[in-house]
């Protein structure tokens, strides 16, 4: 019955009068915006509109060409007044407080990473993209205070509509007649499938797409793709059954769902729909470390349209979409010092877990002084030495030797998601003062692509009992802050590193 409704409106619209159609296709006002999906055409139209009429927040660029030609469009959205920077200015978007530290430091975003369109026919994944896109331009326009707030400390970064030639020929294929989301280097072929390539990777689009995770948002806390043909929420893995590592971050986003916001399935991919290998979502996750999930609409595929208004038909979508971007700060460990007491060398750390991920490999680095490169670790009688530092996303090298071990007691510790634990480190190998910076390094979730991560402990919770000293530290230089926030990767396990 719907399908019927659709075609018969849809097909007044376009007799009502074909020149006039063409001009609305071109601009797309509400009553074409809300009932006809976009085409490469009318999308690169309206996305251009967008960077024209709010510069200040919306930045369009081409991460790469399909098959057949067509631009890869990208857009950020964020409040380019408070940038990615490493400079003390008006942005309050974290944390680092103390004794000569009043001032805001301007760290990384959170990072919400979103694309839609692997399958050219499933127009309202491609859709749904599209209006998470429009709510946060449009609300940043019209002064909604919330996402004003939200897009001054959060990055979006939203590929509405990868697979162009596939939605202008209206087919899931790209030009190769390849399924793009099984051409993802992660088991790549593996798994009972269709038309997955001649290789990981061996079409131009995803190609593009892997590259932007890589070298622009490889510290995403949230990735979400768009498809269309069930309604249901999938998380890794496609290829097994079991759950993923970082089960107790998912299985609390699917609860909070189903409690608050939508009755819509939320399962392990494998389960929830069919074995899948090669697909974006699970080399988000098993590559990338982000959480990750594909986000598939209704199964009303197949038309140019719909009756409904897309804003309403996809209005309880939309808001889930809200609540995971809304909250991305929790999706991972959040570690924070309680206090660190420092007697005889042993260093007494309680931490607490901010975050609804928890984390298996934890431990604390010590430093003589803000300008020193050398670190020293728990059980260490010698430090070791930081090679290499850059400002902005560089990836810096520390080499930790293969006696470190983060999973031997006294070296390090895991933190559940949400609690807290105690432990003692030793360091009476290191020439602790109340001149050091103690940071705590840690993997911000349990799968083991997970990034690392370093935060520096405030002064005001250390406490140097036995040396008489005071616990204030110095005010930090700003190689102090590219230290406590840039460390680098450990054991060769893993290269990408952020603040």
Known sequence: MRKWLTTLVLSSLMVASVSSMVTAQISQPDIVQEHWY????TLTLDINAWEDDHPEIVNLSSIGQTELGREIWMLQITDESCPLDWDFDGCEHSYYGGEGREGPLVVRKEVVYIDGGHHGNEHLGTELAF?????????????DQEIIDLLATTELHILIMLNADGNDFDTRWNVNQVDLNRNYDHYWNTCPTTQPGSSAFSESETLANSIYMNDVVPHADLYITMHTG?????YPWGKWPEQPSDWEMYHHIRDEVNSNISDIPIRNANQGLYPNCGTSRDYGYGVMGYPTFTFETDDEQFLLGTVEALSERLGEELDVMHYLIENVWYWR???????????EGKVHLSVSNLGYSSTSNATLLYMEGVDSTEIWLPGSDEPVEMIGLTQKGGTPQIQFGSDFNFSTSGFGFAVNATNSTITTLDFTGAPVSSKGIWTLYYQKRVVDSSMWVGNPINDSVVDYESSGGSSLLPTPSILLILVSFTLASINGRNGRFEQ
Do not use: F, P, Q, T
Request: glycine share 10%.
């Open 333 to 343: 460990a959040r570690l924070v010092a309680d206090s660190l007491k420092v007697e």
């Open 38 to 41: 976009h085409s490469y055409a």
């Open 230 to 234: 069930v309604w249901i929420m999938l």
């Open 131 to 143: 209006l998470v896109a429009e709510y946060y331009i449009e609300g940043w326009g019209n002064g």
